[in-house]
Nanobody, 125 residues
Framework: QVQLVESGGGLVQAGGSLRLSCAAS????????MGWFRQAPGKEREFVAALSRGGGNTAYADSVKGRFTISRDNAKNTVYLQMGSLKPEDTAVYYC??????????????????WGQGTQVTVSS
């Protein structure tokens, strides 16, 4: 079983950048397909970005394409979400997740077995 802990959230002005980290313990992240999701108040959790188990494929929600980048550092057993050109509508709690049964990118919440506790990102206008 893998444990995931997100960090790096905070308050940033529109147009700014943040890098979220998802540190894993218990298992090696290279054994999992990884994803980032977010949930704004009153809304359902939505897909943001995904990385295949091998690290060679990525997928992004249309709303963040070209602004966000998902990556993984195997030596640190950590997945990152680099966020740029942030907008107020990016405000949400961001969660990282790991999927044990998939090799390719997965964009649906039901595919993920393990979730972090979330980190708040607030973008002011």
């Amino acid at each position: 079983q893998v444990q995931l802990v997100e960090s790096g959230g905070g308050l940033v002005q529109a147009g700014g950048s943040l890098r979220l980290s998802c540190a894993a313990s218990g298992r090696t992240l290279s054994n999992y397909a990884m994803g980032w999701f977010r949930q704004a108040p009153g809304k359902e959790r939505e897909f943001v970005a995904a990385l295949s188990r091998g690290g060679g494929n990525t997928a992004y929600a249309d709303s963040v394409k070209g602004r966000f980048t998902i990556s993984r550092d195997n030596a640190k057993n950590t997945v990152y979400l680099q966020m740029g050109s942030l907008k107020p509508e990016d405000t949400a709690v961001y969660y990282c997740a790991a999927a044990a049964e998939y090799y390719m990118v997965v964009t649906t919440t039901g595919a993920y077995n393990y979730w972090g506790q979330g980190t708040q990102v607030t973008v002011s206008s």
